[in-house]
């Protein structure tokens, strides 16, 4: 049960119970259509003639459409029309700020993307900005004729949500304490909403709007493996943030205090065995114990490895084991932590699926109750783009939808 902080009190008045049904209206479309009026009705235990009437409100607003004429009954009874959520209504801007590079893309009302931008990572962040910016202009003039509900920007390491703010973590090469909010804000000069996160929390956020899971889980962890390794952690379906927004740091769990030197400063850290620098290194250093002594070794990137992995190249077969090796072995603390009936990896070493997955699960089942393991799935991500990149568009428009469980927190209240 959750709490309710009483310095936070306001009585549900009329409109917010009004209010409660709409939205919850409003979900049911976002998640079954095309649905019918009756089938809306089954689904939420609300009159007919409520939903027709918040059915009618929605359609007003131009948050719905009606379309599609279903088939009439044997009985000669009216023909079903189908409600679905409007595309048109506005667009949605999201933003991926990662070290390897940035992406900006456009969605419609529903969260499909209709356009994505690659850019070049910059050393300074005001260019960084000044190229988003433009970006953005670009791709609303393009492709956009309605108004843009809002930007959501996905960043690395520590950040400050409310102004944007990245606190600690040297992760997009900028320093410490950089303030990206306003900076964006300052080279858009556009007045428009701009929510921030960390990526990995993005990615947990977009699997509960846009994954194709068997049914939503409301206990998830989403594992990021890139250039850090970070996690996202949804508990009864809110985004769990911690007590200074720290939460999901998993990449630090010290698997061996004598182990290579981590990016935090300590030693044997998750992160400084299976992030996407060590699975190269690894790869880097079996070819070279196999290659003459002066022959120059081209450096190869973590989508090189990947490839040559699937094409059973047998170091980078190696080095991708490697990583699930110590993938396996850092959730474990994880499992016996969150206890998650689903745990979601994400980043270019989970393209090797068929061959990590067997590791890691192999790893697991030495470490972890097999009473925890029957009760988890581990899956790669169901997303077609960067799992950051849609979570950020989930930002922005899960506050349409004003239930967003996963999200629900005070500042959003
Ligand atoms: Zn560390």
Redesign the pocket.
């Known amino acids: 049960m959750r709490k309710i902080d009483i310095g936070k009190l306001a009585p549900a008045n009329h409109r917010v119970l009004r209010d409660m049904n709409e939205i919850m209206v409003l979900n049911v479309i976002r998640e079954r259509q095309p649905i019918s009026r009756i089938e809306i009705a089954e689904l939420t235990g609300l009159e007919g003639s409520t939903v027709s009437k918040i059915v009618a409100r929605l359609v007003l607003d131009n948050l719905i459409l009606e379309e599609g004429v279903g088939e009439a009954s044997p009985k000669g009874g009216r023909k079903k029309r189908f409600l679905h959520i409007n595309p048109r209504k506005a667009c949605a801007i999201g933003v991926d700020l990662r070290p390897s590079g940035y992406a900006v893309a456009l969605s419609d009302f529903t969260g499909k993307i209709l356009h994505a931008t690659e850019l070049e990572s910059r050393s300074d962040p005001q260019d960084a900005m000044a190229e988003i910016a433009l970006s953005i202009r670009e791709l609303h003039r393009a492709y956009c004729s309605e108004t843009i509900e809002g930007i959501g920007v996905s960043l690395v390491g520590l950040v400050d949500p409310k102004e944007g703010r990245v606190l600690a973590g040297e992760g997009l090469g900028w320093g410490e304490d950089v303030p990206v909010g306003s900076m964006l804000r300052a080279a858009l000069g556009m007045d428009l909403p701009v929510y921030y996160e960390n990526g990995a929390w993005l990615g947990a956020l977009a699997e509960i709007w846009f994954g194709k899971h068997k049914r939503p889980p409301s206990n998830l962890v989403f594992l990021d493996v890139e250039e850090g390794i970070g996690a996202g952690i949804v508990i009864q379906g809110q985004l769990y943030h911690g007590s200074c927004h720290g939460a999901g740091e998993f990449?630090?769990i010290s698997l061996n205090p004598e182990g290579p030197l981590?990016?935090?400063g300590?030693r044997g850290?998750l992160?400084?065995y299976a992030a996407d620098p060590a699975t190269v290194r690894f790869y880097e250093d079996r070819r070279r114990s196999k290659q003459d002594p002066g022959e120059p070794g081209a450096s190869a990137t973590i989508v090189d490895v990947v490839a040559r992995a699937l094409e059973h190249e047998p170091e980078a077969v190696d080095a991708v084991q490697n990583t699930a090796a110590f993938l396996g072995r850092g959730l474990v603390p994880v499992i016996y932590s969150v206890n998650p009936e689903l745990i979601v990896l994400g980043g270019p070493v989970t393209r090797a699926w068929d061959l990590i997955y067997p590791v890691m699960m192999h790893e697991l089942s030495l470490r972890a109750s097999r009473f925890y393991l029957d009760h988890l799935s581990l899956t790669r991500t169901t997303l077609e783009a960067r799992p950051s990149l849609v979570g950020a568009i989930a930002l922005v428009l899960a506050r349409s939808f004003a239930v967003p469980t996963a999200i629900w927190t005070d500042e959003f209240a």
């Open positions: 990449g630090h981590c990016s935090c300590a850290c992160e400084a």
